[in-house]
């Protein structure tokens, strides 16, 4: 089968996989998802969008491909003049600051951007305005007058993230016209419930506005062709939400908003309009490649042997698979990107990540408080990765694959073996004389390590690939240990040089295999071992460090990371404040006295919930089948604003097991569900510290 870029091979295979079997391209043009400069970066965007796709880019430098790894700041659309007024600023203030703080930032973890520029750029402006204009002279678009929602008293029209109101799908009253927050649904502003303005809090009005339109859906047939019958081997989750949405149909969508800050729409009628931002941003990667490469930019936009690859998170399938594909289309002559990798979403000691809660681990902040540790968060990112489902981060898994995976083997295994190199052998590499089958059974297992990993990295599947790396260290340490070499220096000198060159052959191969993923230690690793970077292609070779070596004194690779930094960054995440002031709190007083007779009477105990539907035709209640360990029983709970059914499942509750029952909607409850209020009016679960199960008692 062939697509827009170069021949490719497509195998099904059983698991609904398909292996993509392609030839080398002449170059491979890498995009990011272009961060919103409103605000710093956190766990969540590297693992879901960066460290992925620096691995991959560095993976494709060390096979001496030709690469460009385009990144820059989002410094358009709503989200930026919705900080901007939080901050009482300009948007240039906001922008200005975090495109500086995110660039530095990437710089200090390693991703090696060829080009991070930014869509503010003069560049950026009259790239979007000429991308425009070409598809509005050769009438791509569909101009059309619709009503909008406007602020009757800032007298202006309201974009999506303006419009707040009422969830339609899980009754959230404050989501966006654009998604809720709390259910992810993707909405409209007219799907809203009571909507209402963020800017003066008014019930806005509808009024007559023309703006253009991409009709995507007259480009359906196609995108059906090139996605669903072209790329099956695209990642199931990515190939899954673009099949739901052609399956929908697709509908015509606005390229233009009613907004002062972005590219204004560079046509005679069209003042007080800028380009929407999902149209504006993905030709920031156009505009940045302009900028470094202004001479044969197009060599790398538009020659058919450019490999084309965008990475990105779930919330941006929809743009860079389905309406920027259908943007160069529709413009003609750029290559269409050929893989789209999009990683699900990072959440955070078991919550959702929040920016607006403060419920994130900040990258700057890391980075301040952390010195040194760039590589142990790469790994813990990489190792957790979100690539086909949610996953999550813990402070506590991040001191364990610290201390237990790069300090106890991979470290380990690079000290004892250049440790025992300069007792036996005055750090000089021995020669390979006294070579057993043993050494030999373990040498021939790297180039098998070799193929699984490129394998890996080659279909996008980090994970697994750095998993493979971690197990040549693991055989290397398995491999010292067994073999003894401390026993043996009294009796065969020789035999023990053969262990160490062996050994040493390992740690070679280790700063190669693992240099996409931890580039600051395997660059320590070379200094102690006294070579340069090495090409991907020797990987697998086994005389990398001949005999007569000389190497450097062994250096730890990484330190043990204790229980009270971990601590202090627990108690950090779990004591911060919000970034906006939050008023005092007033608490509800308290309650007349009761007798301990008052509260002895009361049964509470542990339950778990095994069932929970919505009830019908209300907003706020939740109908729960629960284990109470005495028997299964239903309780309604107005629990409905705060949780959904699909995340009450499996949750282990604190009940009040002997409430008198009572009939709600024409169901029987029995029970009560013990609740904390918060001062904003949010409730949430009362529940044991640590598993219980159902029926323990509470006293």
Not at 247 to 259: F, N
Not at 357 to 383: I, Q, S
Not at 493 to 503: D, E, M
Not at 664 to 684: D, F, H, T, Y
Request: proline share 7%.
């Amino acid at each position: 089968m062939r697509d827009n870029n170069c021949a490719k091979i497509i195998i099904f295979v059983p698991s609904n996989h398909y292996i993509s079997m392609e030839k080398p391209h002449k170059r491979y043009l890498v995009t990011s998802a272009l961060p919103y400069a409103n605000g710093p970066l956190h766990i969540g965007h590297l693992a879901g969008v960066y460290v992925p796709a620096d691995i991959y880019v560095r993976y494709l430098r060390l096979r001496g491909r030709d690469v460009l790894f385009i990144g820059g700041s989002d410094e358009h659309g709503v989200p930026i003049t919705i900080k901007a007024k939080q901050l009482g600023v300009t948007p240039q203030d906001v922008v200005d600051k975090y495109h500086e703080l995110i660039k530095e930032s990437f710089k200090n973890l390693g991703i090696t951007f060829d080009v991070y520029s930014r869509t503010t750029s003069a560049i950026h402006h009259k790239t979007a305005s000429d991308f425009f204009k070409k598809l509005y002279d050769e009438g791509k678009f569909i101009e059309r007058e619709s009503e909008q929602y406007f602020d009757p008293e800032t007298l202006q029209f309201l974009a999506d993230r303006y419009i707040i109101g009422t969830c339609p799908k899980c009754s959230n009253p404050d989501a966006y016209g654009d998604q809720c927050e709390k259910c992810g649904s993707t909405l409209s502003p007219n799907e809203l419930i009571n909507p209402r303005s963020a800017l003066s809090g008014s019930k806005p009005e509808k009024r007559p506005t023309k703006h253009w339109y991409l009709p995507l859906d007259q480009y359906e047939p196609w995108l059906r062709e090139w996605i669903l019958e072209q790329h099956k081997e695209w990642k199931i989750n990515v190939y899954g939400q673009c099949k739901s949405w052609l399956d929908g149909g697709l509908q015509p969508r606005a390229v233009s908003r009613d907004l002062d800050w972005g590219v204004p729409v560079p046509i005679k009628g069209a003042e007080g309009k800028v380009l929407y931002v999902w149209f504006d941003a993905p030709i920031g990667y156009i505009s940045n490649t302009i900028e470094i490469r202004p001479n044969d930019w197009e060599l790398w936009w538009k020659d058919r042997e450019t490999k084309l690859v965008h990475f990105i998170g779930k919330d941006n399938i929809v743009f860079h698979c389905i309406v920027f594909p259908t943007m160069l289309k529709a413009h003609g002559g750029y290559v269409l990107p050929e893989n789209v990798p999009a990683n699900e979403f990072l959440n955070l000691e078991g919550d959702k990540l929040s920016t607006s809660k403060n419920w994130a681990v900040w990258l700057h902040e890391y980075l301040k408080e952390l010195p040194g540790k760039e590589d142990v968060l790469r790994y813990v990112l990489c190792a957790n990765m979100p690539e086909t489902k949610d996953s999550d981060f813990s402070w506590k898994d991040y001191q364990t694959r610290n201390n237990s995976e790069l300090v106890a083997i991979f470290g380990n295994f690079i000290h004892r073996a250049i440790v025992l190199t300069h007792k036996y052998f005055d750090g000089i590499v021995p020669p390979a004389e006294a070579l057993t089958s043993q050494d030999n059974e373990v040498l021939a297992q790297l180039p098998q390590f070799k193929t699984q990993i490129e394998e890996s990295l080659e279909q996008y599947r980090f994970r697994e690939a750095l998993k493979e790396c971690m197990n040549i260290a693991r055989m290397g340490n398995k491999y010292l240990t067994d073999s003894e070499p401390w026993k043996l220096a009294k009796t065969d000198l020789k035999r023990v040089g053969a262990i160490l060159n062996t050994s040493l052959q390992i740690c070679a191969q280790l700063s190669i295999a693992f240099d996409p993923f931890l580039p600051f230690t395997t660059a320590k690793l070379r200094s102690i071992l006294n070579i340069n970077i090495q090409p991907w292609e020797v990987l697998g070779t086994p005389d990398l460090l001949p005999a007569g070596h000389q190497i450097s004194l062994p250096e730890l690779l990484f330190d043990k990371i204790e229980d009270d930094v971990i601590n202090t960054q627990i108690a950090k995440l779990m004591t911060t404040e919000a970034p906006t002031p939050t008023p005092t709190p007033v608490y509800e007083p308290q309650k007349d006295q009761c007798t301990y007779d008052d509260f002895a009477k009361m049964d509470i105990r542990t339950a778990t919930v095994l069932e929970a539907e919505r009830v019908p035709k209300t907003d706020k209640l939740l109908k729960l089948t629960i284990n109470t360990g005495l028997d299964i029983r239903t309780i309604v709970s107005g629990i409905a604003e705060f949780y959904t059914p699909e995340q009450m499942v499996g949750k282990e509750i604190c009940i009040l097991a002997n409430l008198e029952p009572r009939t709600i909607r024409g169901i029987e409850s029995k029970g009560m569900i013990l609740m904390a209020k918060q001062q904003n009016g949010v409730i949430r679960f009362i529940a044991p510290h640590e598993a219980q199960g159902p029926g323990c008692t509470i006293s």
